[in-house]
């Protein structure tokens, strides 16, 4: 029996702003059913390799593959299709806040679609009564909770049923109980609605717990790619400092205490 190819898969990609190289040959592999986690410090190339997979970016080499066929440079059919299987979840949620929650997740089968009209606010119903915000179709985004908004902005992500969701930072600014409300959020409606997820976080520990497999981009490169027990288990110079700045941000600041001096680290 032939093995299914991965839903996502990106090799050798390249990105940068004029003489700025952002990401160098950076790869991922996002297997069918997964959540992976591209995690990594801040201004390392997350969110810019996101809006690459999500062709918001144009790279400037690489390949990229999605269903087991190449996503081409200037092969609009193929771009199209892939567009219409994806969703992009943004992480300001990129809620219209002049339309209740019924038009905002209407909004995209509304553009993208010949559905009718009956046909969508069916759609809708189901969307926002499976994540719990049936009851609150008449409201604004102003007028909810940022957890709410959360799960708003990913009901409008999935009624075009998407297989694959791209998360930007979803826990950003949210305190540690809502950021693991987000995950659960996220791994459970993954199962309830079959999608595929790829997940730009700093929640390491958030992450490790939630989702199949990690990313680790550093300097613009992937210097881990595989499970979470493999990433803790992984010794290199690289995962080792993300992995355990906590533990290393306890032994200085005993130190510290003990009145010992320490050389300055690099904040970056």
């Given at each position: 029996m032939t093995a299914q190819p991965p839903l996502l898969e990106v090799r050798g990609l390249r990105k940068q702003f004029g003489d700025h190289v952002v990401l160098e040959h950076v790869s991922l592999t996002v297997p069918r059913g997964n959540v992976v986690a591209i995690i990594g410090k801040s201004g390392t190339g997350k969110s810019v390799f996101l809006k690459c997979l999500a062709g918001i970016l144009k790279p400037e080499a690489g390949e990229m593959f999605f269903d087991g066929q190449?996503?081409?440079?200037?092969?609009?059919?193929?771009?199209?299709?892939?567009?219409?299987?994806?969703?992009?979840?943004?992480?300001?949620?990129a809620l219209l806040d002049s339309l209740t929650a019924r038009e905002n997740v209407a909004l995209p089968l509304e553009q993208t679609t010949l559905m009718p009209k009956k046909e969508i606010a069916e759609r809708v119903k189901h969307a926002l009564d499976r994540l719990e915000l049936g009851g609150d179709a008449h409201r604004y985004p102003g007028q909810m909770s940022g957890g709410m908004q959360k799960r708003l902005a990913l009901a409008r992500a999935i009624v075009t049923r998407p297989e694959l969701v791209l998360f930007d930072e979803p826990t950003a600014g949210l305190d540690p109980i809502r950021r693991n409300g987000v995950f659960e959020m996220i791994a459970r409606y993954r199962i309830e609605f079959g999608f595929t997820a790829v997940v730009v976080t700093h929640d390491l520990p958030e992450?490790?717990?939630a989702c199949d497999r990690v990313s680790l981009l550093d300097a613009g490169r992937t210097h881990f790619e595989g499970d979470a027990a493999a990433f803790r288990a992984c010794t290199t110079q690289a995962v080792a400092a993300f992995r355990d700045s906590a533990d290393h941000l306890e032994h200085r600041i005993a130190a510290i205490r003990r009145g010992e001096t320490l050389h300055n680290d690099d904040p970056s």
């Open positions: 190449p996503l081409g440079d200037g092969d609009d059919e193929s771009r199209a299709a892939f567009r219409r299987r994806c969703s992009y979840l943004f992480q300001s949620n992450a490790l717990a």
